[in-house]
């Protein structure tokens, strides 16, 4: 019972301070961090969710990424990954360039610049992984200038393949038809930006979870085994 006390006198000081401090920001949780003697303070920004960690008594507070070496993990980066997972099931994929290779059981989703070299680099270990399923949200904002090429895969008659041709090709081969049919690319930009992404590759695996850059093969497909078999968020 005392220990139970003393650690929520700890959270409730914990929050006063570090509320105070922030200005006045709602802090949603705190808990211990994976560092000994130090706490995790999760809280809300305009930006979305931040982390930062403070000791028992809030004295010091401190803002950055936590590493653990021995495992080679950002454990900030993961944990901001999770307080920003959405609900797969709400993705709109109805607006996606669907990839399928295999039995499709790997499920993924994709906010993807043809034009970002971090992507197009991705695209080569994708390449490399079977029976998965990508949903790719065509997300043109590094050359705007270059939106016509997107636009024109999505009115092509086979939408993968003009993607594929366009993103992971080691030159870009922009679709030869026309881009001036319907397409839903101001439509994707919108939802992007509603759901916080800042970055392309932006990747959400079939929990919600979402992935900021790209991933080696072994560590993209444990991912995404693992993904399969936990629940869904809703």
Excluded at 42 to 66: C, K, M
Excluded at 106 to 119: E, G, K, M, T, W
Excluded at 149 to 167: G, N, Q, T, Y
Excluded at 203 to 213: C, D, M
Aim: hydrophobic share 40%; glycine share 6%.
């Amino acid at each position: 019972m005392l220990a139970a006390a003393s650690a929520f006198a700890d959270e409730a000081t914990i929050r006063r301070v570090v509320e105070a401090a922030l200005g006045g920001a709602r802090v949603e949780s705190v808990k211990p961090a994976p560092l000994q003697g130090f706490f995790e303070v999760h809280f809300e920004s305009r930006g979305g969710p931040q982390i930062v960690y403070t000791d028992a008594e809030a004295n010091y507070i401190f803002q950055g990424q936590l590493y653990d070496t021995r495992a080679r993990r950002n454990l900030t980066e993961e944990r901001l990954n999770k307080l920003m997972a959405i609900d797969f099931a709400a993705l709109p994929i109805d607006l996606a360039v669907k990839v399928r290779r295999g039995n499709g059981r790997r499920v993924l989703a994709i906010f993807s610049d043809p034009y970002c070299p971090a992507c197009r680099q991705f695209e080569q270990t994708l390449a490399q992984i079977d029976d998965i399923t990508i949903y790719y949200f065509m997300y043109p904002v590094i050359r705007p200038e270059l939106v016509a090429h997107s636009k024109a895969v999505w009115c092509s008659p086979d939408r993968a393949k003009a993607w594929l041709a366009l993103a992971a090709r080691p030159k870009a081969q922009p679709p030869t038809g026309s881009a001036a049919c319907d397409t839903p690319i101001e439509r994707i930009v919108e939802l992007g930006r509603s759901l916080g992404v800042s970055s392309t590759p932006t990747l959400f695996l079939a929990t919600g979870e979402r992935i900021r850059g790209g991933m080696q093969g072994p560590d993209l497909v444990a991912v995404l085994d693992q993904a399969a078999r936990e629940p869904k968020r809703r």
